[in-house]
T-cell receptor, first 115, second 115 residues
Framework: AQSVAQPEDQVNVAEGNPLTVKCTYS??????LFWYVQYPNRGLQFLLK??????LVKGSYGFEAEFNKSQTSFHLKKPSALVSDSALYFC?????????????FGAGTTVTVRA | DTGVSQDPRHKITKRGQNVTFRCDPI?????LYWYRQTLGQGPEFLTY????????KSRLLSDRFSAERPKGSFSTLEIQRTEQGDSAMYLC?????????????FGPGTRLTVT
């Protein structure tokens, strides 16, 4: 079985400050890891992924994430948050299998960036 | 390149009625997924198609749920004899072949309210 934990329901930061959204995962084998963002009344938008290679991956809108195998973590980061980054963020994991494509999502973290 | 589209965006129905949702994936994406998202939770996998073949169904997909993708293009999700517990956002996603990308692209969702 595969699962994701997002330990913080909410993260509040001031605009211009660093933003970190935490994610830990559980999966057999090497994971495929993803971050998605959801704005109100909209679907999930893909931000970035880790498949293999460099542990630091860069994605859309200035976001990056660091894969840490020993800590089974994949934290999302942004050096300088914007008010427009306020949204619901989901971490997801998938097994690296040829016949198992389903994503398992965490419960989500609501990010609020105050001006 | 139009994204994944879903119809309707909102559906209100009375308990016991049948409902059907439609998903149009991104053109030429051969994989199509259905997820369900309830308030305060991340999306949960329901079922997955590769072309017209339904390859996996979650145990969440009771006998009242059926999904089809008859020509390997659009898909429908039908819920028979709806119950209040079926109230949720139903999300559709699509992806191309594995060698092209690993992420799934989500539609805006259909919000179902069962009264």
């Amino acid at each position: 079985a595969q699962s994701v934990a997002q330990p913080e329901d909410q993260v509040n930061v001031a605009e211009g400050n660093p933003l970190t959204v935490k994610c830990t995962y559980s999966v057999s084998g090497n994971p495929y890891l993803f971050w998605y963002v959801q704005y109100p009344n909209r679907g999930l938008q893909f931000l970035l992924k880790y498949i293999t290679g460099d542990n630091l991956v860069k994605g859309s809108y200035g976001f990056e994430a660091e894969f840490n195998k020993s800590q089974t973590s994949f934290h999302l980061k942004k050096p300088s948050a914007l008010v427009s980054d306020s949204a619901l963020y989901f971490c997801a994991v998938r097994r690296p299998s040829f016949n198992d494509y389903k994503l398992s999502f965490g419960a989500g973290t609501t990010v609020t960036v105050r001006a | 390149d139009t994204g994944v589209s879903q119809d309707p965006r909102h559906k209100i129905t009375k308990r016991g009625q049948n409902v059907t949702f439609r998903c149009d994936p991104i053109s030429e994406h051969n994989r199509l997924y259905w997820y369900r998202q309830t308030l305060g939770q991340g999306p949960e996998f329901l079922t997955y198609f590769q072309n017209e073949a339904q390859l996996e169904k979650s145990r969440l997909l009771s006998d009242r749920f059926s999904a089809e993708r008859p020509k390997g293009s659009f898909s429908t999700l039908e819920i028979q004899r709806t119950e209040q517990g079926d109230s949720a956002m139903y999300l559709c996603a699509s992806s191309p072949g594995e060698r092209l990308t690993y992420e799934q692209y989500f539609g805006p969702g259909t919000r179902l309210t069962v009264t």
